[in-house]
């Protein structure tokens, strides 16, 4: 079945560095991809997305590439800030069928000042 | 942009209770609805696919008469906790698809969290 691996956290970094959470992930034919990120006591929030390879998403300064080949989908940032900290989660669409997600475990992001 | 609402935010239940929680879509008809539950520090686990105007499909291991779903019009979908346990204690969120969306894209819900005493 599908499955998105994800780096394990937290990752702690701090303000202005650079950001780069792993994701790869295993299913049939063309699944559409996503970054969700979860605020302290919130709920999800779709960050970025692609649908189609070599598609770059890109929101609030982050970016992800879809990358068919390598089956990975990283989540980068060039300098984040203490606003950032959250716990993000890859996850995948199928092409067809219910289009159910398949999360990863997410990652935990910590931003020191 | 599109919104789901869920209620309750947070409810508290004493064990053997039927807790009902509910997710609307606010501004969208949504064919699907997702129901979702997650574990303190964990990831979202799929619980089962709501379908209006038909059965919802369950996955493996959930079980279907424990939590009750019901998808009655484009826009509200139920999950009823039955009997609920401790162990049902968790955070239950919902997302929804656009039906007039061509995209795969769901909206999710702020959740709600589950307490069994």
């Not at chain 1, 034919?29 to 605020?39: A, E, I, K, M, R």
């Not at chain 2, 606010?26 to 609805?33: E, G, I, P, R, S």
């Not at chain 2, 574990?39 to 493996?60: D, H, I, R, V």
Request: glycine share 8%.
């Amino acid at each position: 079945g599908d499955s998105v691996t994800q780096m394990e956290g937290p990752v702690t970094l701090s303000e202005e560095a650079f950001l780069t959470i792993n994701c790869t992930y295993t299913a049939t034919g063309y699944p559409s991809l996503f970054w969700y990120v979860q605020y302290p006591g919130e709920g999800l929030q779709l960050l970025l997305k692609a649908t189609k390879a070599d598609d770059k998403g890109s929101n609030k300064g982050f970016e992800a590439t879809y990358r068919k080949e390598t089956t990975s989908f990283h989540l980068e940032k060039g300098s984040v800030q203490v606003s950032d900290s959250a716990v993000y989660f890859c996850a995948l669409s199928p092409s067809t069928g219910r289009r159910a997600l398949t999360f990863g475990s997410g990652t935990r992001l910590q931003v020191q000042p | 942009g599109a919104v789901v609402s869920q209620h309750p935010s947070w409810v508290i239940c004493k064990s053997g209770t039927s807790v009902k929680i509910e997710c609307r879509s606010l501004d969208f008809q949504a064919t699907t609805m997702f129901w979702y539950r997650q574990f303190p520090k964990q990831s979202l686990m799929l619980m089962a696919t709501s379908n209006e105007g038909s059965k919802a499909t369950y996955e493996q291991g959930v079980e279907k008469d424990k939590f009750l779903i019901n998808h009655a019009s484009l826009t509200l979908s139920t999950l009823t906790v039955t009997s609920a346990h401790p162990e049902d204690s968790s955070f239950y969120i919902c997302s929804a698809r656009d039906s007039g969306g061509a995209g795969s894209e769901q909206y999710f819900g702020p959740g709600t969290r589950l307490t069994v005493t």
